[in-house]
């Protein structure tokens, strides 16, 4: 069935490292892809966002590349601050519009 | 703009009492509105989701139900609320397009004892 499957956390990194979170998904038809990251005791926040093959979602410096050949959509910051820390969570959206799949999340922290 | 208001933000209730969580979107019609659950630790489960007035899809079967009475009211309730009901409850919303994403409430942390 349709699913995400993302990395394992907790990741540690130092400040100004550079962040890579590995996203892979299953699903028929062309799904749009989410990366949403969640601070501690809030909600889930849009970061970025693709809606078809080959398409770049950026925002706050993260990146991720929408791969249909591969069936993954990697979250990258090439500069790592300590207020990155949160949770990421990757996200696919149904062609049909109304169904929503997120990965487990994977938890950042930042050390100064 | 539209914003999602989800109340409460914190809640402890016994075990077997009733519970009722309410979230409202404004600046919007006929959003698609949904509860979500986040166990400690754990990823997001879908419980509910509506796409309009009185039409309910019901994910999981458990414990728990959802009413939409407004076009921009969601409400989930439980009459006897159980120990594994615990965690953190999301409402999101989002336009009824193609490609239009969730938006998040900030939650509500149930603590069942």
């Known amino acids: 069935g349709d699913s995400v499957t993302q990395m394992e956390g907790p990741v540690t990194l130092s400040e100004e490292a550079f962040l890579t979170i590995n996203c892979t998904y299953t699903?028929?038809?062309?799904?749009?892809l989410f990366w949403y990251v969640q601070y501690p005791g809030e909600g889930l926040q849009l970061l970025l966002k693709?809606?078809?093959?080959?398409d770049k979602g950026s925002n706050k410096g993260f990146e991720a590349t929408y791969r249909k050949e591969t069936t993954s959509f990697h979250l990258e910051k090439g500069s790592v601050q300590v207020s990155d820390s949160a949770v990421y969570f990757c996200a696919l959206q149904l062609n049909t519009g109304n169904q929503f799949y997120f990965g487990t999340g994977t938890s950042l922290t930042v050390i100064p | 703009s539209q914003t999602i208001h989800q109340w409460p933000a914190t809640l402890v209730q016994p075990v077997g009492s009733p519970l009722s969580l309410e979230c409202t979107v404004e600046g919007t019609s006929n959003p698609n509105l949904y509860w979500y659950r986040q166990a400690a630790g754990r990823g997001l489960q879908l419980l509910f989701y509506s796409v309009g007035i009185g039409q309910i899809s019901s994910e999981v079967p458990q414990n728990l139900s959802a009413s939409r009475p407004q076009d921009r009211q969601f409400i989930l309730s439980s009459k006897k609320l159980l120990l594994s009901d615990s965690g953190f409850y999301l409402c999101?919303?989002?336009?009824?397009?193609?490609?239009?994403?969730?938006?998040f409430g900030n939650g509500t942390r149930l603590t069942v004892t």
């Open positions: 699903a028929t038809g062309y799904p749009s």
């Open positions: 999101a919303w989002r336009v009824a397009s193609n490609n239009s994403p969730l938006h």
């Open positions: 693709a809606t078809k093959a080959d």
